[in-house]
């Protein structure tokens, strides 16, 4: 069995070492992959510190729980993942534009989303995302 968000790792090497802070997210990839398996394992503090201070919203921590509650994660597709101004660089940008999809109410629900990421010194950081459709099927 591979990691929730996908990869045909271990959980505990994969996404599992970061929401740990055994290490930290080297792409925006990276990042994304582990806030999915942070929404899978309920990891709302996890969601919030990776954010970008100005996104860090802590009052958010029981919304985050009470959906993650609610719903069953089935998977990402990370669909395009670009980072222009390099991933070595100390300051830098990327986005990356994913599905993940999720059972609520008896419904798969997919959210397309194109999300935004900084590295501030060195770390990188879910700015803010866009969705481009969310429907229901
Ligand atoms: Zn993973």
């Known amino acids: 069995m591979g990691c929730y968000c996908g990869l045909e790792k271990d959980f505990n090497e994969c996404c599992g070492a970061i929401l ?9 990839e990276e990042l ?15 969601l919030v510190k990776s954010a970008t201070k ?16 609610n719903v069953l994660w089935l998977k990402l597709d990370i669909l395009h993942a670009e980072c222009p101004v390099g991933v070595e660089q100390k300051e830098s940008t990327g986005v990356v534009e994913f599905r993940a999809f999720y059972l609520e109410n008896g419904e798969i629900v997919i959210l397309h989303e194109r999300s ?15 969705f481009i459709n969310s429907k229901i099927e």
């Open 32 to 46: 994304m992959r582990s806030r999915y398996s942070a929404y899978v394992t309920a990891n709302a503090e996890y």
């Open 116 to 130: 935004d990421f900084v590295k501030n010194d060195g770390v990188w950081e879910y700015d803010k995302g866009e």
């Open 54 to 69: 100005e996104n860090r919203y802590s009052d958010d921590i029981p919304l985050i729980l009470e959906f993650c509650k």
């Open 20 to 28: 740990s802070g055994k290490k930290s997210a080297q792409t925006p």
